[in-house]
């Protein structure tokens, strides 16, 4: 059975990523891309759907675990009656082909350790040909070969790859396993040694263009490095999680495919980024944008392939049984063909950061801004399926329409103090027109409060970004109101849920519930701050960070009453959450308002609190 979701730790190498349990075993891993097929699967059903255990031979967890510095190396650490051991894992930077690296270093004593590697190809699906390929061991199934390179004599047992050896204190017996396609030679197997020296190279001196000057340093730092392991370095694409299907309920059926490119997810990634200095993989990204969307900017999607492959079918691999029966296990995701109104607000809003942030200017990007605003122009008045992607029925989203009206007012304000041309005047019409559908229809006087939709019962945690875009100031009323109505309403146990499944009917359309949000709670936490609450903001936050595993990873959700971590893992969407709250709470203003709005939260309450109900 597969750990809890905060026992894992990950292991990258930007282009694909591991899950390693605190018991020494990797129950993830998909290869050569994070969206390839998993050859080791045990997360998603059980030991036989391939894993790689290397661990003290008497079992049990490891004593102590943490990230070697700012690396992505994971050092775990055992205590066992006869010595202690580390084993230190990484995925070194792809050269030739993908690896895996692990080093047992023996601290003391003589320590009994076993190896057992079980390669499953296909999702779990299909058990390779294996053979002894001297001094090596290779793998091979259809499109995938592997070579598990170590001095350690190794044996079958149950179509496992088995080694049991002591190791001795300072001792360092290495083990690397390589992937490549079937079809190619086999590449030169890496030194172990020179490459955990040359990974921890990269990280620190990744860590070295940091610009973070704020409070909580080092939780920010971890949370970069993980989100910058979520991005695809060939493209320069930002993935959501480097799972799929952990559940936002356990023995739910809400399970996703999260290794996928999402312009909202991506967007909120990159404000983070820019935001500590990290330009750089702004540009990547806008390069990715304009090639992904390319051709016809009417065509956008809400999510593509790191690629930017376009075409992402949702199927179940009925084989697996699910996270702690969690069924089904979905690959792709439907909501790729979705219209979700606030994606474009969110490239737009992104590609105009990257402006402002002294990103080069750059001709295609801004022929294509005019061209994602004439079409949203079309569009705005449509319903959509909201930035939660419900699988209900497309309603008018009160969050999507702002998102539309921040892409008219960026490109209103991109003109006005960057010098390009458009229909400014046009553009500032559009603006108004939509700021003043929203207070009307998705304003709820007699609650005073923004509502999740027109004419809404429900309310939407997604409402509380409403001041951070820069729609309304922190000191309006509406926005203090709808602050209070959405932290009294959708709180659970001080976490914020996103919205209540259940209202207006059962607005997503789907069965059972799920966890409180995490990026949610965070945007709480910004609210609280941007209202005057600052008490309020820092205890939520200082709370939050309490949720981090052992190594700083955060899901997508959490189970207050369970006490546990939920959903896909490590997220993109959390991870942001928590620098750009960091970064708040610390005196910057918010991330995307544009320069000389009223963003900067007031010293105190200015405004008395509205009544409550
Ligand atoms: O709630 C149903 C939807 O859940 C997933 O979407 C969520 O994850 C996305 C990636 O982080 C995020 O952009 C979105 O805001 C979240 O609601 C799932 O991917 C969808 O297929 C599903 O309809």
């Not at 219209?339 to 969110?346: C, E, I, M, T, Y």
Request: charged share 25%; proline share 6%; glycine share 8%.
């Amino acid at each position: 059975m597969a750990a809890v979701i905060e026992d894992y730790a990950l292991l990258g190498d930007l282009q694909t990523a591991a899950l390693v349990g605190r018991d020494g075993s990797i129950d993830w891993l998909c290869l050569p891309r994070f969206d390839s097929p998993a050859c080791f699967a045990a997360l998603l059903h059980n030991e036989e759907a391939g894993r790689w255990l290397l661990a003290p031979a008497s079992g049990g967890p490891a004593a102590h675990r943490r990230y070697r510095g700012d690396s992505l190396i994971l050092e775990s650490r055992w205590r066992t009656a006869e010595g202690e051991v580390r084993v230190v894992d990484c995925m070194p930077l792809r050269g030739e082909a993908a690896d895996v690296v692990r080093m047992v270093e023996g601290l003391s004593g003589h320590v009994t350790m076993r190896m057992e590697l079980r390669l499953r190809l296909d999702y779990g699906h299909l058990a390779p040909w294996v053979r002894r390929d001297e001094p090596d061991l290779a793998a091979v199934a259809g499109p995938d070969a592997l070579w598990l390179h170590t001095p350690v004599e190794t044996h079958g047992e149950d179509l496992t790859t088995v080694a049991e050896f002591t190791v001795r204190a300072g001792q360092r017996i290495p083990f690397v396993l390589t992937h490549s396609p079937s079809h190619l030679p086999r590449p030169q197997p890496v030194d172990a040694e020179k490459a955990l020296a040359d990974t921890e190279a990269f990280w620190t001196s990744w860590m070295s263009r940091c610009r973070y000057e704020g409070r909580w340093p080092q939780a920010v730092r971890r949370s970069l490095v993980l989100l910058k392991a979520l991005t695809y370095a060939p493209t320069g694409g930002v993935l959501a999680a480097a799972t799929t299907s952990l559940p936002e309920k356990i023995g739910g059926v809400r399970n996703w495919d999260y290794r996928y490119c999402w312009l909202r997810d991506a967007a909120f990634t990159l404000q983070a980024l820019l935001g500590t200095g990290y330009v750089e993989e702004a540009a990547a990204w806008r390069e990715w944008l304009l090639r992904a969307v390319a051709g016809d900017p009417g065509k956008l999607q809400i999510m593509y392939a790191v690629d930017g492959a376009r075409r992402l079918p949702e199927h179940s691999l009925d084989w697996l049984s699910g996270y702690e029966n969690s069924a089904p296990v979905r690959i792709g995701n439907a909501a790729a063909d979705q219209f979700q109104l606030d994606v474009w607000g969110a490239a737009l809003d992104t590609l105009h950061l990257a402006r402002d942030t002294g990103l080069t200017p750059h001709d295609t990007a801004w022929d294509l801004q005019r061209r994602l605003l004439d079409h949203l122009e079309s569009r705005w008045q449509e319903p959509d399926s909201g930035l939660w992607e419900v699988r209900g029925r497309p309603r008018h989203f009160v969050h999507s329409k702002v998102m539309a009206w921040v892409a008219a007012d960026r490109a209103v304000d991109t003109v006005r103090r960057h010098g390009l041309t458009g229909p400014v005047d046009r553009w500032r019409a559009l603006r108004d027109r939509i700021h003043t559908e929203v207070c009307a229809k998705g304003y709820d006087t007699e609650r005073n409060t923004f509502t999740q939709f027109y004419g809404s019962r429900g309310l939407d945690a997604a409402l509380l970004l409403l001041p951070r875009v820069g729609f309304l100031p922190w000191h309006d009323s509406r926005i203090h109101g709808t602050v209070d109505a959405v932290a009294r309403e959708l709180c659970e146990d001080g976490l914020l849920l996103r919205y209540r499944p259940g209202s207006d009917g059962g607005v997503d359309a789907l069965p059972g519930t799920e966890g409180a949000f995490l990026a949610c709670t965070f945007w709480l936490a910004d609210a609280l701050h941007g209202i005057g609450r600052r008490a309020e903001a820092h205890a939520l936050f200082e709370h939050l960070l309490t949720l981090r595993n052992d190594v700083g990873l955060l899901s997508e959700q959490y189970d207050p009453q369970a006490r546990r971590q939920l959903g896909n893992t490590p997220q993109a969407f959390s991870l942001v959450g928590l620098v750009n709250t960091a970064r708040f709470l610390s005196g910057a203003p918010t991330k995307t308002a544009r320069p000389g709005a009223d963003q900067r939260p007031p010293t105190e309450l200015t405004h008395p609190r509205p009544n409550r109900r």
